[in-house]
């Protein structure tokens, strides 16, 4: 069964700090991956999509790649700033099952 | 595009009781819908998938007498909590992929359902 580890649980930066985040996943047959943010009690806002075949996409501030032989994947907050605060959710596409990270929580500090 | 909506946004219930939830994609048809809770402090966890017009398919350890899931068009699932005990208590996230067939869509989220039994 798929496993998703994600590192670190939760971070604290001051603000403009350029930030990654770790992903890490056990069975490297994925179709994709997908970066996703939770603010406190909503839903999840859908930030990148990585199919299996691409390296890297991007989306202004944030860059997410996909090393998928090596089962990792981060995502890069250029600039950071206290509106990026939220948990963050890697989730891998497995045979059309999504298998989600326990999420890292990130506190921009102004 | 791509929207999915879920309602209620929020529910408190009686143990005992049963609660229906419904997942709606807005404007697409969602052949395969999905079901995932999420306690406090936790990921989300797949429950089951919905697949319009037959039976859901669920994950090991979930209830399909507990958790009723019809997928009975293109645009909707519900999921339905029966004899709700306060352990039932927790955030309901539904997703819908994308049109066009294939595993390597992505799959769009409903923005959740706390329910709280009582």
């Known amino acids: ?110 | 595009g791509a929207v999915v909506s879920q309602h209620p946004s929020w529910v408190i219930c009686k143990s005992g009781t049963s609660v229906k939830i419904e997942c709606r994609s807005l404007d697409f048809q969602a052949t395969t819908m999905f079901w995932y809770r999420q306690f406090p402090k936790q990921s989300l966890m797949l429950m089951a998938t919905s697949n319009e017009g037959s039976k859901a398919t669920y994950e090991q350890g979930v209830e399909k007498d507990k958790f009723l899931i019809n997928h009975a068009s293109l645009t909707l699932s519900t999921l339905t909590v029966t004899s709700a005990h306060p352990e039932d208590s927790s955030f309901y996230i539904c997703s819908a992929r994308a049109p066009g067939g294939g595993y390597s869509y992505e799959q769009y989220f409903g923005p959740g359902t706390r329910l709280t039994v009582t």
């Open chain 1, 1 to 110: 069964k798929q496993e998703v580890t994600q590192i670190p649980a939760a971070l604290s930066v001051p603000e403009g700090e350029n930030l990654v985040l770790n992903c890490s996943f056990t069975d490297s047959a994925i179709y994709n991956l997908q970066w996703f943010r939770q603010d406190p009690g909503k839903g999840l806002t859908s930030l990148l999509l990585i199919q299996s075949s691409q390296r890297e996409q991007t989306s202004g501030r944030l860059n997410a790649s996909l090393d998928k032989s090596s089962g990792r994947s981060t995502l890069y907050i250029a600039a950071s700033q206290p509106g990026d605060s939220a948990t963050y959710l890697c989730a891998v596409n497995n045979f059309n099952k999504f298998y989600f990270g326990s999420g890292t929580k990130l506190n921009v500090k102004p």
